[in-house]
């Protein structure tokens, strides 16, 4: 590309500038649409940069490249999409257990199976939740604009190295194709964060030092022997039969997230001061739900949005505080219901909440908010 700081991007494009920024220096994966175009970028970029590329026998030797390579001491990723996403669970769980930084991008496409392989989706905000099995921690962003894709690439190399964990960056395959102006920040303007490494002895490592709520880690290659495993594990990484152990091992990894909510989420709120009607909403939808907004403004409606960046954690403070203020709220969702049920839970029958569902491979449009709204209000 022309040295540039502005620059017209597609969706996928930005998610590349945005690794590349971040350090990213290992891509591991498998082509799928919509989301192909970040590892045909990154076949040839990553080499330009002394990185490696490397494209896998399918998705769920992909995610297993990429926790080797982070491992390693790589800041390492993946890019997929629905059914793909399904097979990296397995992984992704290792991963959350075994405590491995990685980013996984997943390019929501309609589904369930090989579905609608072209069209938009947000299938997989539940997956990105529950999907694999356990109780584990869960860190997912929702990117709504192709400048948006940049920074939160960027965001989540930094979650996921500040906290060992895999974060995955969900966004819709109208949000990846799409193209916008956007700025490419100029190196330090935006902040990069890299895994903390140990200061003892190598001889005195332990990767799993409970004296840590997030332990150092010291990449392979580097003289530190240990141990990681997908099992319940003592601070040494080696598996543990004592239930004391386990129960501590699995409430940590809990409580490293848990406990830095205020870190993690990250929303965009739209009129939302004195909102008598509110939505809530991510990605694609969020863009016709703020026309719809500015629209029933002018004619006088009090609506107001609030958009998630972060997904997961889910934002649970600022839904209640939304749904003790306003009327009812509309959750539009490309799926047949998935973010409605979580904003019920939080509202806990504060407000009424209203879903607007579509999965035939097109957008929702801003009519079809304001028509409901109109109605109800």
């Not at 392989?117 to 529950?130: E, H």
């Not at 200061?199 to 709520?213: I, M, Q, V």
């Not at 530190?224 to 091992?249: C, M, Q, W």
């Not at 939505?279 to 939808?285: A, E, L, Y």
Request: hydrophobic content about 40%.
């Amino acid at each position: 590309m022309p040295n540039s700081k502005k620059k017209l991007l597609q969706g996928n494009e930005a998610c590349v500038e945005g690794a590349l920024y971040a350090g990213c220096d290992f891509f591991g994966g498998y082509p799928i649409t919509p989301s192909t175009e970040i590892a045909e970028i990154l076949s040839v970029r990553l080499p330009q940069r002394g990185g490696k590329f490397i494209q896998m026998e399918d998705e769920i030797a992909s995610l297993g490249a990429v926790i080797g390579a982070a491992l390693a001491g790589r800041k390492a990723l993946t890019a997929t999409s629905g059914p793909g996403f399904s097979l990296k669970q397995e992984c992704l769980g290792y991963a959350c257990i075994a405590e491995v930084p990685c980013v996984i991008i997943n390019v929501m496409r309609g589904g369930p199976s090989t579905g609608y392989p072209t069209g938009p989706s947000q299938s997989d905000i539940m997956q990105a939740k529950w999907g694999t099995h356990g109780d584990h921690p869960a860190v997912a962003l929702t990117p709504a604009s192709v400048q948006e894709i940049l920074t939160e690439t960027v965001r989540a190399f930094n979650l996921s190295e500040k906290y060992r964990t895999p974060v995955i960056v969900l966004y819709d395959e109208i949000i990846g194709h799409m193209r916008e102006p956007i700025t490419i920040p100029e190196p330090g303007e935006l902040e990069v964060i890299n895994r903390a490494k140990p200061e003892c002895a190598k001889e005195d490592y332990l990767p799993y030092d409970e004296n840590y709520l997030v332990a150092p880690l010291a990449p392979f290659g580097e003289g530190y022997r240990y141990h990681v495993t997908g099992l319940n594990h003592k601070a040494d990484g080696f598996p543990v039969n004592d239930s004391e152990i386990i129960r501590e091992n699995n409430e940590r990894i809990m409580r490293k997230i848990d406990e830095n909510i205020e870190d993690i989420e990250k929303n965009e709120e739209v009129f939302l001061d004195d909102a008598e009607i509110g939505i809530f909403t991510v990605g694609s939808t969020a863009r016709s739900a703020r026309f719809a907004v500015n629209a029933l403004r002018k004619e006088g409606i009090k609506a107001g949005l609030l958009r998630p960046l972060t997904i997961w954690p889910f934002p649970d403070k600022a839904v209640k505080k939304m749904a003790d203020q306003v009327k009812f709220i509309v959750v539009p969702e490309l799926n047949l219901g998935q973010m409605i049920g979580e904003v019920q839970r939080v509202g806990n029958g504060a407000c009424e909440v209203l879903g607007i569902n579509r999965v035939d491979g097109e957008s929702i449009h801003p009519t079809q908010i304001i028509d409901l709204i109109k109605k109800h209000k």
